[in-house]
């Protein structure tokens, strides 16, 4: 598939998909939630890769869902059709993704980045939920994903208030893992990902899941599946080898079974 609104590459074993409609600040539109669901898609089935940056531009992730394409939305064909529902497709990205936002990230911006599994944020970074200044609320995890990761009062400021808040209060609140200068904002988010997919992508995709799953469930399950899972990690040659290399005193070699 040719992609016209996002650009898709690989630095190493890491992906790298930058979102690419400028005249729009990136605006989430219908033709680019498909191209990143394709692109994802790929990138899930490519066993070279075992973690993805999602990036927009200097000034901006993503300024939102596309205002003027969803002036169009009628009730009965958004509920029938379940408009936009396939973010949560890219939400369910099973290999670690990770948001390298500089600017606006607003609306869906904001919530795209949120359901990466962390965000490195550049300086100019600015969040905001300003669906409620359209007569609108957020609509894909604003309202849930954000309560879970920001808690109840600042979810509660930003979607009832539409103020935007600059990357420091986002790193303060929890929102952002790491804050870097807009200049290193790439080469910081690609050496991450490429730092995790150096590691055995059956474990890392296990610990995502794991810690996902602390937000489904209640502590005891949460813990059990943990454990469960962890019992399940020596069926896998990493962990003879991850160990035996700490052992032999050596750099491991992971195959990824
Ligand atoms: N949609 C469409 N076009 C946009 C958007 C957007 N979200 N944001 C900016 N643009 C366009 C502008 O219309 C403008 O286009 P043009 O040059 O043709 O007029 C161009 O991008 C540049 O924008 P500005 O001139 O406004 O640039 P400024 O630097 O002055 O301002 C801002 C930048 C502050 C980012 C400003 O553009 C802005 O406020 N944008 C809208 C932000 C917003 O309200 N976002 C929330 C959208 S609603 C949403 O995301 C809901 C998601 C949930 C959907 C789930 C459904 C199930």
Redesign the pocket.
């Known amino acids: 598939m040719a992609y016209d609104t996002i650009i898709v590459e690989k630095r190493g074993e890491a992906g790298l998909i930058t979102l690419n409609r400028p005249?729009?600040?990136n605006?989430l539109n219908k033709a680019l939630l498909d191209e990143m669901i394709d692109a994802l898609a790929a990138m899930r089935d490519d066993a070279k890769i075992g973690a993805v940056v999602i990036t927009g531009s200097q000034k901006?992730f993503a300024?939102?869902?596309?205002?003027?394409e969803?002036s169009e939305f009628a009730f009965a064909s958004a509920y029938m059709h379940d408009?936009?529902?396939g973010w949560e497709t890219v939400a369910g990205f099973p290999k670690p993704m990770i948001a390298a936002v500089s600017g606006?990230a607003?609306?869906?911006g904001c919530?795209l980045a949120a359901m990466c599994d962390f965000i490195i944020a550049g300086e100019s970074a600015k969040f905001g939920q300003?669906?409620v200044?359209?007569g609108?609320m957020?609509?894909?995890g604003g309202t849930q994903r954000l309560a879970r990761s920001i808690g109840k009062a600042k979810t509660m400021d930003l979607c009832l208030t539409g103020r935007m808040m600059d990357a420091e209060e986002a790193e303060r609140c929890g929102l952002v893992a790491r804050i870097v200068p807009d200049t290193e904002l790439i080469e910081e988010a690609i050496s991450a990902a490429q730092k995790i997919a150096s590691f055995s992508l059956p474990s890392v995709m296990m610990a995502k899941e794991t810690i996902n799953q602390a937000f489904e469930t209640g502590l005891a399950e949460g813990l059990r599946f943990e454990r469960r899972l962890f019992h399940a990690m020596f069926a896998l040659e990493d962990q003879s080898e991850g160990m035996a290399a700490f052992i032999d005193k050596r750099t491991p070699s992971f195959r990824n079974r």
């Open positions: 005249k729009a600040m605006a901006a300024a939102g869902a596309d205002i003027k969803m408009a936009l529902g606006y607003l609306g869906g919530e300003p669906e200044t359209l609108i957020p609509g894909m």
